[in-house]
């Protein structure tokens, strides 16, 4: 049972990225999900969440850029990121939990698997 992610790329800024986050071995329908990013020296940070009921969360940063979705028949989740800026940088790392599946503010604590993490990098 594993979260095997895909996307990340180096983008100039003002692009696009999108993250894809694959569940195997486990259906992601009853499990909430977010999205986490760590830049290197700063403290991991929560950048957006879906619940099971598809209720949304975004950090302030994400509001307006980012698009969080999942697709419960292909048993994924993805992160659509656009306008990326300068201090998007970091690695981006797909989380699931099955407690409370319909909470978005949970502790990274709480979450019982966590996707490999692809870097997004962006320069120009």
């Not at 095997?4 to 100039?12: A, F, T």
């Not at 999942?70 to 989740?77: G, I, P, S």
């Amino acid at each position: 049972e594993q979260l095997v992610q895909s996307g990340g790329d180096l983008v100039r800024p003002g692009g696009s990225v999108r993250l894809a986050c694959a569940a195997s071995g486990f259906t992601l329908e009853s499990y909430a999900l977010c999205w986490f990013r760590q830049a290197p020296g700063k403290e991991r940070e929560r950048v957006s969440c879906v619940n099971r009921g598809d209720g949304t969360y975004y950090a302030n940063f994400a509001e307006g850029r980012f698009t969080i979705s999942r697709d419960n028949a292909k048993n994924k989740v993805f992160l659509q990121m656009d306008n990326l800026r300068p201090a998007d940088p970091a690695v981006y790392s797909c989380a699931a939990r099955q407690r409370d599946p319909w909470a978005v503010l949970v502790s990274p604590a709480e979450y019982d698997y966590w996707g490999q993490g692809p870097q997004v990098a962006v320069s120009s």
